[in-house]
């Protein structure tokens, strides 16, 4: 099995919930440059 470490220096790719803007950050965008809208970390998945 392969872990998969998440570095925090590395971007990582976040997705708007409202209109799918992805945005790569090392930081959480908090959000969306586009519409405002909250953004999610692509790399969390959702429990
Ligand atoms: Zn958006």
Redesign the pocket.
């Known amino acids: 099995m392969k872990d998969v470490k998440v570095d925090p220096n590395e971007e990582s790719p976040y997705e708007?919930?409202?209109?799918?803007?992805i945005v790569h950050s090392a930081a959480n965008p908090d959000q969306?440059?586009?519409?405002?809208?909250e953004?999610r970390n692509r790399q969390v998945p959702l429990e």
């Open positions: 708007c919930f409202q209109c799918g803007t969306c440059p586009e519409c405002g809208g953004m």
